[in-house]
């Protein structure tokens, strides 16, 4: 929403993560986006998740393509780097310097238009290759910026503002990631602030790829009637899947063992999933692939966090690279020499 | 007429000793590669400057190949267009290779089948050799009688080129230390062809070898090898990449040298033995996604490179205009091959200059390097990191297929230990300290270049990159005075890094009028050229240019001759038409010499060219 910038001092006392640091660090530049944008509650769910995690800020690596939503990296923690990349690309630069340094954490955000048009091959790699970020996706089914265009999210038959309806049918992100092989997988919706922010904690702790799809509506161009991408549909379709006690934080008293299930992650805490419907497992690729298609084919948005496996290696592990950043590798031991030099060379004698 | 079977001088033929041209017709996919490259390889052991061009098609199996052997005492070694001797190897080829020989010249054949009379010249002596009934009477199996046929005409060249066999001999046994049964094979197939020709034939030719002691100095190597070696003496940690001829050997080079060289063996507490790399290489899904990687990675402080060739370098478009304005470092190698499109995937040329030059939209300009042999691949790599990192921008090295992929003699490449990669202005918390503020576009040096920071170091050296319109501190801005100040300063800075960059490389002749411009591979053949076009009383200078944006120099030398000649491996004269756009040079004094139809350039091809212009 296009607004001022907030007075420096807090106006009131502001809880201190284990840095000692407030949700103000991570904040960012003023939100240029249009009022009511379904992007800036994402932005403001991930601000608060980087301070309840406290991440240092210098540790983190903002990286988007091109779009509303990747205009979003903007306007969250301001002492990170930032790389606002090209139209589909963000994957492969997050890819590359994921490479060049595994220490720092990878918030990548991207949109429906960036991840699943002309981003759809590199997103499809980088869930292969299970690079170590988080992935965001900012699904609100429409070109907002070119004004009203219908992306490869739209539901057949879903209408645009001018009526016409889309003849094609959609990718889901979801659905698609499971198939990839993909290590974390969750939806979200953007008007649900309380079940956004622990799952992109999950996301940012996981080791791996973790892609969430969050419903994030447009409200210029996606957000009338006919509009399977509205507020008011996601809320009217929206079946919550899964709840569950993000890593790190206490398990409450209040939440019965029996039925829950665990699944640990990387550093170790568990994540212990609650209100699980009959039978679901988020740890069976499948089930979770034929639960989503199941809702889907009766117009429902599935949401919540759906598959979780910390188990598998990442781009690092399969290339067995130094516990620390390459980049961070001295040259003295990069460096075969100029006695190497001579032996290497006589093979070319 | 006769095919003739036994040696006769239909032609006066001078002896002439380490000087002369053999070109080997096949098959592609028999074996005979393997063949061809071990007599090369002799003859470079024997001390004596030698080439191997292969003439190679996109195929895998069964199409026609070609490879051509020049020996020169003297160090020509271009492509050779006259051939003193035909190895015809491949029947579905024979009427074009017969009619390549030059008068005086030789054919060898296989002469299991007798030679279709309508081939026979009356000015070649023909050379039968029954290789294919040689092999099927000696070896066992179907695939050994064809591989082996050609270990036996390299037999046959020993003998009738004077090639020491003792080398040839210690070369198999090297090639096949591991496999007693194909080192016993070959040495066997290799003294038959060897025996038979002693025997029937009258050896050596009168063109010959002698050994020499021009090489000892010297490495055999192809330049994708060099240019892999310069990128792991460089430094480079990340490298991704998308498989494309005639580049895929850099990756597949450097991948071989780092698990040699850059692996260390770590003791696991379960006793097992696990590996750490130092090094990390992505095979990416494309293109785009190579070079977003190679940014990504050099965004964040490594050594990242990719290898492509034109149509990478097309998809690559984009996120060079990216990493030019967001002046990120990156370092590309760029194997040119023959386009446009798809072209001769296996043919050179060096048809992406333009394209390389102002690769993207808006305005571009890119740091373009030339090498000219697999020696310089070896050491612009190492400059190419350099550069990329202190004037913070992609650089593109422009080889070919001819530098890349063939085994060029080349001086034993060195390495100064006291080396240390130039990173360029990167400012560290320290340096933070003592800063009021940082701003990523704002404090230019003397070069137009400004401090950048690596992420993950300090917050307050954090900055947004965007390729979108951005003023000094690195803001958004759609402001005009704002854009243009960066956008200015970037041309500076492109400018500014000539004067970083190596020269032209220029040979003056007395007397001479005439200015000969070049690039890259040509440098052999032209300078061979020049020798020749002397010997005639025709002095010309020649000027190889090295790297782009153009020096000083090279405007001098243009001011210096009221003609020059541009010689490059193109059809619209690329190279001419940067020096006119860069330099302002007056176009009609630029004439040009284009050879493009794919293979390698011939001191001929320049000659000739030359003289047609000028009117005989």
Not at chain 1, 20 to 30: F, K, Q, S
Not at chain 2, 192 to 220: K, N, Q, V
Request: a negative charge; proline letters at 5%.
């Amino acid at each position: 929403m296009p607004s001022i910038a907030k007075p420096l001092v807090p106006l009131q006392h502001l809880q201190r993560n284990d840095l000692g640091l407030t949700v103000r660090d991570y904040e960012g530049a003023p939100s240029t986006l249009c009022g009511g944008c379904g992007h800036d509650s994402v932005t403001a769910a991930l601000i608060e998740a980087l301070f309840k995690l406290g991440i240092p800020p210098h540790k983190i690596a903002k990286l988007s393509g091109i779009g509303c939503s990747s205009k979003t990296p903007a306007y969250f923690v301001r002492g990170a780097h930032g790389f606002n990349s090209v139209h589909g690309r963000m994957a492969t630069i997050a890819t590359g310097a994921n490479a060049a340094n595994r220490e720092l954490t990878y918030v990548g955000i991207s949109g429906d238009g960036d991840s699943l048009s002309i981003g759809l091959g590199h997103l499809a790699h980088a869930i292969r290759r299970n690079i170590n970020m988080l992935y965001v996706i900012e699904n609100n089914g429409v070109y907002g910026l070119t004004k009203g265009q219908f992306s490869a999210s739209a539901d057949i038959n879903s209408k645009s503002k001018k009526g016409e309806p889309n003849l094609l049918p959609p990718i889901d992100p979801i659905v698609m990631a499971l198939s990839l092989g993909a290590t974390f997988v969750a939806r979200a919706f953007s008007g649900d602030k309380d079940r956004l922010i622990p799952i992109l904690q999950a996301g940012l702790s996981h080791k791996g790829f973790a892609l969430i799809d969050v419903i994030s509506p447009c409200i210029q161009f996606n957000d009338h009637e006919g509009s399977t991408k509205s507020y008011l549909f996601t809320r009217q379709h929206e079946v919550t899947a899964t709840d569950f006690v993000p890593p790190r934080e206490e398990i409450v008293a209040a939440v019965p063992d029996e039925g829950a299930i665990s699944v640990t992650m990387h550093d170790g805490t568990a994540m212990r999933f609650r209100a699980v419907p009959e039978g679901y497992d988020p740890t069976d690729r499948q089930a979770v692939a034929r639960f989503v298609e199941d809702h889907r084919a009766r117009g429902e948005v599935v949401t919540g966090l759906l598959y979780a496996d910390d188990t598998v290696a990442d781009l690092h592990d399969l290339n067995k690279t130094p516990a620390a950043a390459l980049a961070s590798v001295t040259y003295d031991r990069l460096c075969p020499g100029s006695d190497a030099l001579v032996k290497l060379q006589a093979s070319f004698r | 007429m006769t095919t003739l079977d036994t040696p006769q001088d239909l032609a006066a033929t001078q002896v002439r000793v380490n000087d002369f041209a053999v070109k080997l017709a096949n098959v592609n996919g028999t074996g005979s590669a393997s063949a061809n490259g071990l007599l090369m390889r002799a003859i470079f052991r024997m001390g004596i400057p030698v080439s191997g061009k292969n003439l190679f098609p996109s195929n895998i199996q069964g199409l026609p190949t070609w490879y051509e052997i020049r020996v020169n005492g003297s160090g020509w070694t271009a492509r050779a267009l006259d051939y003193d001797l035909m190895v015809a190897m491949n029947a579905q080829t024979y009427a074009a290779d017969v009619t390549e020989v030059r008068s005086g010249g030789y054919v060898l054949y296989d002469s299991t089948w007798p030679l279709d009379a309508a081939l026979a010249r009356d000015d070649v002596t023909f050379l039968g050799v029954p290789l294919t009934q040689m092999c099927v009477e000696a070896f066992e199996r179907p695939k050994e009688r064809l591989l082996l046929k050609n270990i036996c005409y390299a037999g046959v060249l020993v003998a009738l080129l004077d090639i020491d066999i003792d080398v040839v001999a210690t070369l198999v046994d090297e090639t096949f230390a591991k496999n007693e049964r194909l080192r016993e094979s070959n040495q066997r197939a290799l003294r038959m062809g060897y025996d038979y020709a002693r025997e029937h034939l009258s050896c050596p030719l009168p063109f010959h070898l002698s050994a020499m002691d021009a090489t000892r100095d010297s490495i055999l190597i192809d330049g994708n090898t060099a240019t892999a070696l310069g990128c792991l003496y460089a430094g480079a940690t990340v490298a991704a990449w998308y498989p494309i001829t005639p580049s895929t050997s850099v990756m597949d080079n450097f991948t071989s040298l780092c698990r040699t060289h850059r692996r260390q063996a770590v003791h696991r507490p379960d006793g097992e033995i696990d590996y750490r790399n130092d090094y990390l290489i992505v095979q990416a899904e494309d293109e785009l996604a190579a070079l977003g990687m190679v940014l990504g990675a050099n965004w964040n402080g490594a050594r990242a490179f990719t290898a492509t060739s034109g149509p990478g370098i097309s998809l690559m478009n984009e996120l060079l205009g990216f990493g030019y304005y967001t002046e990120i470092p990156a370092v590309l190698i760029d194997v040119q091959r023959t386009g446009p499109s798809t072209g001769m995937p296996t043919r050179t040329q060096q048809g992406d200059i333009l394209a390389c030059a102002y690769a993207s939209h808006g305005d571009t300009k890119h740091l373009l390097l030339f090498p000219a042999n697999p020696a310089e691949c070896f050491d612009f790599a190492v400059r190419a990191f350099d550069l990329a990192e202190r004037f913070q921008t992609p650089v593109i090295v422009l080889t070919d297929l001819d530098i890349g992929m063939n085994d060029w003699v080349v001086p034993s490449l060195t390495w100064d230990d006291a080396y240390l990669p130039d990173r360029g202005r990167v400012l560290t918390s320290a340096d933070l300290d003592v800063m009021a503020e940082f701003h990523r576009f704002a404090d230019e040096d003397a070069d137009f270049v400004t401090p950048r920071t690596f992420p993950g170091e300090d917050s307050r050296g954090a900055y947004f990159v965007r390729g979108s319109g951005h003023d000094k501190y690195g803001g958004y801005t759609e402001i005009p005075d704002k854009y243009q100040e960066v956008v200015d300063r970037l041309a500076l800075k492109h400018a500014a890094a000539a004067g970083h960059m190596p020269g032209p490389v220029v040979e003056r002749r007395d007397r001479a009028r005439i200015g000969v411009i070049t690039v890259g591979s040509c440098d052999l053949a032209v300078r061979e050229a020049a020798e020749l076009l002397d010997a005639t009383g025709l002095p010309v200078d020649v000027m190889r240019i090295r790297s782009f944006p153009f020096q000083a120099e090279v405007r001098e030398f243009m001011a210096a001759h009221e003609t020059c000649f541009v010689i490059e491996q193109n059809r619209d004269a690329q190279l001419r038409s940067l020096l006119v756009l860069e330099t302002g040079v007056d176009q009609s004094k630029l004439k040009s010499v284009l050879v493009y139809g794919g293979f390698p350039l011939s001191a001929k091809h320049v000659v000739d060219g030359i003289r047609n212009s000028l009117g005989g």
